[in-house]
């Protein structure tokens, strides 16, 4: 069974940088797995973020970022702002299947 | 704009079949690449995806799930309807409907419909 891996949490500090990684037991996450990143807040639907790997929606603030990084895909925040604590979610594409990972809960302090 | 809603019990009992509706407007099923896929959260714990139905009737279900799940769409309606048979305390969960196009997956959101699954 294949399982998508993200830190379980990750804390920075206002106006610092960090980032997320989502990795897949089936290998390196390459541009084929058409990463994308989900941003949730507690009683909110997901929000859509970074799909396919790097591009953003309109909505999607200039400090977030999407990449591949070691094997993983990466989202980055840069300048991290106290309304980015929140849960983070990647899905990840396998050929028609879709799988979510864990998700990674970041507390900025 | 682009809407979604999730309608459908909020209560089922265990062995009962959960159908589950997704109300949309603002896009249509069948505009080629669009798809409307489903995803749900227990409480406190990770979102899963379900299923996805494309503009062409194209489906695609969870492997884990594939046994109980069915989606159907009607176009005519805005609809996409989720059957998820033999329900059990672990189905608990929000149920989301999104839409989606070949390129972005899962742009926007219903708000999520909550069903609790007990005797």
């Known amino acids: 069974q294949t399982v998508v891996t993200q830190e379980p949490s990750l804390t920075v500090s206002p106006g610092g940088t960090v980032t997320l990684t989502c990795a897949s037991s089936t290998g390196a996450v390459t541009s084929g797995y058409y990463p994308n990143w989900f941003q949730q807040k507690p009683g909110q639907a997901p929000r859509a973020l970074i799909y396919s790997t790097s591009n953003k929606h309109s909505w999607t603030p200039a400090r977030f970022s999407g990449s591949l990084l070691g094997g993983k895909a990466a989202l980055t925040l840069s300048g991290v702002q106290p309304e980015d604590e929140a849960e983070y979610y990647c899905l990840l594409y396998y050929g028609g299947a879709q799988l979510f990972g864990g998700g990674t809960k970041l507390t900025v302090l | 704009q682009i809407t979604l809603k999730e309608s459908g019990p909020t209560l089922v009992k265990p062995t009962q079949t959960l159908t589950l509706t997704c109300t949309f407007s603002?896009?249509?099923?069948?505009?080629?690449?669009?798809?409307v896929g489903w995803i749900r959260q227990p409480p406190g714990k990770a979102l899963e995806w379900l299923a996805l139905i494309y503009w062409d009737d194209d489906k695609r279900y969870s492997p884990s799930l594939k046994s109980r799940l069915t989606i159907t769409k009607d176009t005519s309606k805005n609809q996409v309807v989720l059957t998820m048979t033999n329900m059990d305390p672990v189905d608990t969960a929000t149920y989301y409907c999104?839409?989606?196009?070949?390129?972005?997956?899962?742009?926007?959101w219903g708000q999520g419909t909550l069903v609790t699954v007990s005797s």
């Open positions: 999104a839409h989606r196009t070949t390129v972005v997956i899962y742009d926007y």
């Open positions: 603002g896009f249509s099923l069948s505009t080629s690449g669009v798809g």
